[in-house]
């Protein structure tokens, strides 16, 4: 004899409502503020870090970042 897919205990009982989904905006402030510094920093290495607007004596940090820059199309030689 087939066993039934749902048991009848569980059949009739009533779903419970959908409860929308609360991203409280103050608690993922600081973070969102955060990924945008190092986000702006890191853009700023990898398309910027090289001649007048170099912070680091050297090209050590444009020959590091040299790969992503070509990837991300920013100008270099
Ligand atoms: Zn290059």
Do not use: K, N
């Not at 039934?4 to 503020?33: K, N, T």
């Not at 398309?47 to 590091?64: D, K, P, R």
């Amino acid at each position: 004899m087939a066993q039934p897919a749902v048991p009848p205990s569980q059949a009739a009982r009533p779903r419970p409502a959908a409860v929308p989904l609360r991203v409280p905006v103050r608690d993922i402030l600081p973070w969102a503020v955060l990924a945008l510094v190092l986000g702006a920093a890191l853009l700023y290495f990898v398309g910027a870090e090289q001649g007048a607007t170099s912070l680091f004596a050297g090209t050590w940090v444009h020959e590091f970042t040299h790969d992503g820059r070509h990837l991300l199309g920013f100008p270099c030689h």
